[in-house]
């Protein structure tokens, strides 16, 4: 049989909505939404791991957020569906308000107002507004990354939360402590404080768990089982933070399947207090996409990050990336320690063969930049 429809997406759209409120009329179903412009697929992970001894879960694969992603991934709920888990990601003015406009979710994470996409969507400012289209349509609470200034000014009528670093965070961070050994985290809920180590790499990845957590113990997971689960988690997606040994001794951080210039600042950040354990520091960058006419001073603005953190070595590869190379180059205090590789088909000789036992190696870039594949070549993975 065919069913023969005029917009394929909008049918798709459509069947999802009734299948949802159909397994919603059931009075069971609770809906996680999930945005920001970094953290969604660490975030919601994180939640689908903490929920499900609760009850059926079902979350996205991989980044499943748009609108044809999102509505495949509300047609796998059944009646005995307990929690959904959704990510709503953003494609311009209106994007996330036609997903949430639908879906309707129970809860509404808001993660961060950063700098990807603000060249496709004309600025921060934008991005602002678009991620804001979630707020109307969140039924009962909004937890707010209360560290971020443009969020934690969303306007909601509901119950607000916050989590952050901030003194009046709902779920507050109190510190982070990197190692190679993972994320170790302190933390404070209703006056009692909590420590948990990740197996997982980076300040942001707390600010995560701290969403997820947050979202769990909301929907009635206890503090300590969500601490538990969490701190077994060996990493939340490939290629996002993916600690790797490799066979030669040294170590490879390989993030390499997005980046924006806030995640692409948290991972050198990730990487420069490695360093300062007694490790070399070694940069593998590539182009950060989507950024428009603000590209040109975001990647000069990585380039001389990368310096001013004493990274001890750069290596920038392809054409769109050279700024961050020519950036790193121009400042005062560095003389050789970037080098830049105009071909991905060159870097995996040239890298390989300047590396030692101890060194760590952080690989990150852009999906399109194609480094996650050689960021697993340099980490020996097959």
């Known amino acids: ?37 970094n953290g969604k697929t660490s975030t919601k992970n994180l939640l689908a791991k903490m929920l499900e001894p609760l009850g059926e879960t079902v979350a996205p694969i991989a980044s ?15 009646h005995q569906t307990k929690y959904l888990v959704l990510e709503l990601g953003a494609a311009g003015l209106g994007s996330i308000d036609r997903l949430a406009r639908w879906t309707r979710p129970d809860i509404g994470i808001q993660l961060k107002v950063g700098m990807a996409h603000a060249g496709e969507f004309g600025g921060i400012e934008v991005t602002e507004k678009i991620k804001a289209e979630m707020m109307p349509y969140i039924q009962d609470t909004a937890i707010l990354n209360f560290d971020d200034p443009r969020v934690r000014q969303f306007a909601f009528s509901g119950k607000r939360i916050g989590f952050g670093f901030a003194s009046d965070s709902d779920y507050r961070l109190i510190s982070t402590e990197l190692s190679l050994s993972g994320t170790e985290v302190k933390l404070a809920v209703s006056g009692k404080e909590y420590e948990v180590t990740l197996k997982i790499l980076g300040e942001h990845q707390a600010m995560n768990l701290m969403a997820a957590l947050a979202a769990a113990h ?25 600690l790797i040994a490799a066979p030669g001794g040294y170590w490879v951080i390989n993030d390499a399947y997005n980046a924006s210039p806030d995640s692409m600042r948290a991972a050198l950040q990730t990487l420069a207090v490695i360093g300062r354990q007694g490790h070399r520091t070694i940069a593998v960058l590539g182009h950060m996409a989507e950024l428009g006419e603000f590209s040109s001073e975001e990647h000069d603005s990585i380039g001389r990050l990368v310096v001013r953190l004493n990274i001890d070595k750069l290596f920038v590869v392809g054409d769109s990336a050279k700024l961050i190379h020519m950036a790193a180059s121009q400042e005062g205090s560095w003389s050789g320690e970037s080098e830049f590789i105009d071909s991905l088909a060159n870097a995996f ?28 070549d340099l980490a020996g993975v097959k």
Do not use: Y
């Open 1 to 37: 049989d065919q069913v023969v429809v005029k917009d394929t997406i909008v049918a798709l759209n459509s069947l999802a909505e009734h299948v949802l409120n159909l397994v919603r009329a059931g009075g069971m179903l609770k809906v996680i939404g999930i945005t920001g412009s």
């Open 64 to 78: 499943f957020n748009n609108e044809v992603g999102l509505p495949i991934t509300v047609l796998r709920i059944t």
């Open 349 to 376: 000789e040239i890298i390989h063969e300047r590396l030692a036992p101890g060194d760590v190696v952080l690989v990150k870039a852009s999906n399109i930049a194609g480094l996650r594949f050689l960021g697993d």
């Open 218 to 242: 909301t929907l009635g997971a206890s503090i300590e089982k969500c601490l538990d689960i969490a701190k077994e988690i060996i990493m939340v997606e490939r290629w996002r933070m993916q």
